[in-house]
Structures are given as C-alpha cells and as structure tokens.
C-alpha cells in the first residue's frame, strides 16, 4: 500500500495505562477522552486516519472493563467508482481486559507494564468493517459502463460547462462538443 510511505503517529499511542485504575480496586471507574486527529498506525499494514471518543474504564474482580463508542476514520476504496475516500464509522468497544491475563476466558489482557493495548481491538474491528462495501457517498453514480469514467467527475465537467454558457464565456472546443451534446439532451 502506498499508504505506509506517509508519515504517521506509532501505535503506542494506542496503549493506555490503567494501572492507576488496577490498584484503586473493584466498583472504581474512569471516563478518559480519546483524541487522535492524525494517522496512527495500528498494525505493519493497517492506518487509521483519526480516533475520537469517550472510553469508560471500569475495574472489576477480572480486570478492567473498557466500554466505549470509537469513531474511526480508515482510507478506503469506493466499491463502485473506485476513488479513495476517507470512510468514517462507529466502533462499539465492549471488552474485558483480564488482569492477570486470562487467556481461556478473554482475548485481550493488561501487560506487565498497566497498559491495554487499543491497536488489537481496533484491527479486528477495522478488519471486519473492511468486509462491508462502502461508497464515496450516497449518491455515487459509479463508473461508465461504456467508456469506465468516473460519472461523479463527468458531473463537475457538466457543472462547469453550465457555468459557461451563464457567463458567455468563450467555451473550451473540447467543452464545446459536450455542451452541444446536452443542449440536444434538453
Ligand atoms: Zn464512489
């Protein structure tokens, strides 16, 4: 992916220390904002452009309960006029993290360090949203069936010559076809 060439932030960012939480005891909680406007990086081939949301945190007999609605922004392609976009979409984070670490009863675990490691949670969730066809926007009008143009760029192209002949402005030749075209159209 060329993505990986841009610059972006390390995933440790993604770790977040509870230890405080772990030795404050069961029934203790923490709501910490998560504000990441740039791209992170969340595993070797795998980049999220932004992170935002409010994390609960909640110490419990097992570990710490992390809870919380994550908005994720992902570049991606349109599946159907294959520009890249950036999608945006909700991550709903409900999920032990065992202390000490369970691994038969829960995936995730805090380290020997107090840290939860969001990056494991956000790829699998990046992953199964990867699976899902998304588009540009709403109305993408897609690809040329005849020709493979973009017809959400044919569009501009048409909002352009509209403009032109508003102004009496001497039209590009190349134009000039175009709007004959959609003169006859009309
Ligand atoms: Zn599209």
Not at 35 to 57: A, K
Not at 149 to 155: A, D, G, S, T, Y
């Amino acid at each position: 992916m060329s993505s990986s060439t841009n610059s972006y932030l390390s995933k440790r960012l993604l770790k977040l220390n509870v230890g405080f939480l772990l030795s404050e005891g069961p029934g203790n909680s923490r709501t910490i904002p998560i504000t990441i406007p740039e791209r992170v990086q969340v595993d070797d081939d795998l980049f999220i452009e932004s992170l935002n949301g409010d994390m609960t945190l909640s110490r419990t007999k097992e570990g710490i309960l992390a809870q919380a609605t994550l908005q994720v922004a992902t570049k991606r392609e349109c599946d159907r006029c294959l520009d890249e976009f950036v999608h945006k979409f909700d991550v709903p984070v409900e999920e032990l993290f065992a202390f000490p670490p369970d691994p038969d009863n829960s995936v995730f675990s805090i380290d020997s360090t107090g840290d939860i490691d969001l990056a494991l949670l956000l790829r699998e969730e990046i992953l199964i949203e990867e699976d899902y066809r998304v588009f540009c926007r709403e109305d993408c009008k897609g690809l040329s069936a005849e020709n493979g143009i973009n017809l959400n760029h044919e569009e501009d192209i048409v909002e352009e010559v509209e403009d032109m002949s508003v102004t009496d402005a001497p039209i590009d030749p190349r134009l000039a076809i175009l709007k004959q075209l959609l003169d006859d159209r009309n």
